[in-house]
């Protein structure tokens, strides 16, 4: 293991921040500290570095308690979401700073420097001054710089959050890409839920201070182990007590199974590819249910059509916390955030 946290709390005043979190980040892969504002996530990011203090508990990274080591003994690298450049120094030299303090040879570094410029993809920009390149560019410098000086951990504070949707997409298979050649640990914070998904190996699920869940892309996502972690990785729908995905809800027209929930089609609408069904069952639940158009063509529904509800086996579901209906918009609105 890369790195260890064992039994972290952070308190700002009275307000708990992180309350006493575990957890082991794998060496050599990109795990992600995913969840919602104010869960926590940057704290323990910032724990890690060494820029801010825990109450208790400890870090180790590499195998070495660094719970009282300042941050530039801790050999990490960090990007934040507004990189602070040197804005009258070129690209290049901004990326050779940490490596000219360490008063590494020049030659040495020129070599250096030009090998992550290439890495980047900014070796035409060296020359530059950071106000002459675009964000998604600028966030490519700031990891450049980062890795110059050959950090055992790399850690990523939301480096792509204020960037256009599009760079970030392009920005994020860009960083998996890249993870994929150099293989340094990296931590990335990040709040959307399909930005882990596609990028990490292993996501922590941080909320309210305490881990919810933690495993890869697939165990979160087919195994979710509670309702929160359920709802955070996308929308969802409630048929009964259940909370279940709306693509893994079946909608048939003839006899009703043994299981199946029965209501009428209040509203049809086309979404894209998909279909979106809203079904109203007799217990008076609103249950949405996604199909796609050849699904939904063969169904020949219109509203007001007698249904039958069901979960297609082995989808996963977790039980709703009572008192807290699931609504789609709600959370298609909370992960759009
Ligand atoms: N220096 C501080 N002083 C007081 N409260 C703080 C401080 N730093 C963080 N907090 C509080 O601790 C909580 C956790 O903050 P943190 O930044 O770790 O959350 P986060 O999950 O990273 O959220 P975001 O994505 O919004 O940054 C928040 O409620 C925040 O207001």
Known sequence: ???????????????????????????????????????????????????????????????????DLPPQKRNVGFVFQHYAAFKHMSVRRNVAFGLQIRKRPKDE????????LKLVHLEQFGDRLPAQLSGGQRQRM????????????????????????????????????????????????????EEALEVADEIVVINEGRIEQIG??????????NDFVMRFLGPVTQLGDQLVRPHDLQISTGAAGPDDVGGRVTRITRIGFEIRVEVATAA???????LTRNEFLALGIDVDATVHLRITPGSPTTTAVTGQPAGLEEDLATTAQ
């Open 1 to 67: 293991m890369s790195i260890e946290i064992a039994g972290v709390s952070k308190r700002f005043g009275d307000f708990v921040a992180l309350d006493n979190v575990s957890v082991s980040i794998p060496s050599g892969r990109l795990t992600a500290l995913l969840g919602p504002s104010g869960g926590g996530k940057s704290t323990l990011l910032r724990i890690i570095a060494g820029l801010e203090r825990s109450d208790s508990g400890r870090v180790e990274i590499e195998g070495i308690d660094a719970t």
């Open 216 to 225: 890869s892309p697939d165990d979160l996502y087919d195994r979710p182990a």
């Open 284 to 290: 008076g639940q609103t249950v949405v249910v996604t």
């Open 109 to 116: 570094i020129a070599g250096r420097v030009d090998e992550l």
């Open 142 to 193: 700031a990891l450049a710089r980062a890795l110059a000086v050959q950090p055992t951990v790399l850690l990523l504070d939301e480096p792509f959050g204020a960037l256009d949707a599009k760079v970030r997409k392009e920005l994020r298979d860009w960083l998996r890409r890249l993870h994929d050649e150099v293989h340094v640990t990296t931590v990335f914070v990040t709040h959307d839920q």
